[in-house]
């Protein structure tokens, strides 16, 4: 730490926002949108299916194993809701897009952003995991190379 540490600004801690609040808002309207298109329900009122399937994904998610980091469940690699549960809410979340661009435009253009910062965090990781392999492989062909190399000096 030098003298001039003092005069300068602090860092702020770094702060991870819980976002599972707006997330759930977000589902609720679309399931909504969702339910009054397709079950007939009278404005945002779920039936007693879309209401059950809602519940189970509350309860996952107040229970999610990636806590306040977790990524959007409509993205999630781990998606915990069940094999038929997890097809019926990513049918929901995906054919909701243009009515929640059109009733709940902020939240659409929030969550598609989100969606957005996943697939890019996910290319990311696939990148670097390629050019770790490719880094290995490029090692393991020049080490391949120095032994035949010295074996022929032999
Ligand atoms: S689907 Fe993924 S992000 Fe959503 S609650 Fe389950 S584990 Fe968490
Ligand atoms: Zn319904």
């Known amino acids: 730490m030098s003298i001039f540490d003092r005069f300068l600004p602090k ?12 997330e759930k808002e977000t589902m609720k309207k679309a399931f909504g949108i969702y339910c009054h298109k397709n079950h007939g329900t009278k404005d945002d009122k779920l039936c007693p299916k879309c209401t059950a399937l809602l519940a189970t994904v509350m309860t996952k998610m107040n ?3 990636y806590g306040i980091t977790k990524p959007i469940c409509d993205r999630c690699e781990i998606q ?8 019926e809410f990513m049918k ?43 880094h290995k492989e490029k090692l393991a062909k020049e080490k391949a190379k120095a032994k035949e190399a010295s074996e022929k000096k032999k």
Do not use: W
């Not at 801690?13 to 976002?19: S, T």
């Not at 990311?124 to 390629?130: H, L, P």
């Open 11 to 22: 860092k702020k801690p770094l702060e991870i926002k819980n976002n599972i609040p707006k």
């Open 63 to 65: 229970r999610c194993p």
């Open 80 to 87: 915990c809701f069940g094999e038929k549960q997890t097809k």
């Open 92 to 134: 929901i979340m995906s054919s909701t897009g243009t009515g929640m661009f059109f009733r709940h435009p902020i939240m659409a253009i929030k969550h598609k952003m989100a969606s957005m910062s996943v697939d890019y965090s996910k290319h990311e990781m696939e990148k670097k995991q390629q050019e770790k392999a490719k």
